[in-house]
Nanobody
Framework: QVQLVESGGGLVQAGGSLRLSCAAS????????MGWFRQAPGKGRESVAA????????YYVDSVKGRFTISRDNAKNTVYLQMNSLKPEDTAVYYC?????????????????WGQGTQVTASS
């Protein structure tokens, strides 16, 4: 069983930056693909970024390209999401997730383990 814990969320002004971390326990993440999803009030859960098990492949939803960066440190069993130039429309609860498949995926159903989420609010 893998436990995922997100941290780093908070309230920032539009244009600011935050770095989310997702720390795993219970199992090494080195063979898992990882993803960050977000859910805004009244909306469905959206894939924001994903990374393959070895970091060779990444994905970003169009609305965050050039502003967000996903990375992983398998030695620390941690995945990160660096978020720059935040916009009010980025406001949501952000979740990290782990997929046993290992290869890059953005499908919600491909992810086996989920964190509890961390709130990100970008004020205008």
């Amino acid at each position: 069983q893998v436990q995922l814990v997100e941290s780093g969320g908070g309230l920032v002004q539009a244009g600011g930056s935050l770095r989310l971390s997702c720390a795993a326990s219970g199992h090494t993440l080195s063979s898992y693909a990882m993803g960050w999803f977000r859910q805004a009030p009244g909306k469905g859960r959206e894939s924001v970024a994903a990374i393959s098990w070895n970091g060779a492949s990444t994905y970003y939803v169009d609305s965050v390209k050039g502003r967000f960066t996903i990375s992983r440190d398998n030695a620390k069993n941690t995945v990160y999401l660096q978020m720059n130039s935040l916009k009010p429309e980025d406001t949501a609860v952000y979740y990290c997730a782990a997929s046993l498949q290992g290869r890059l995926t953005i499908r919600y159903s491909d992810y086996d383990y989920w964190g509890q989420g961390t709130q990100v609010t970008a004020s205008s």
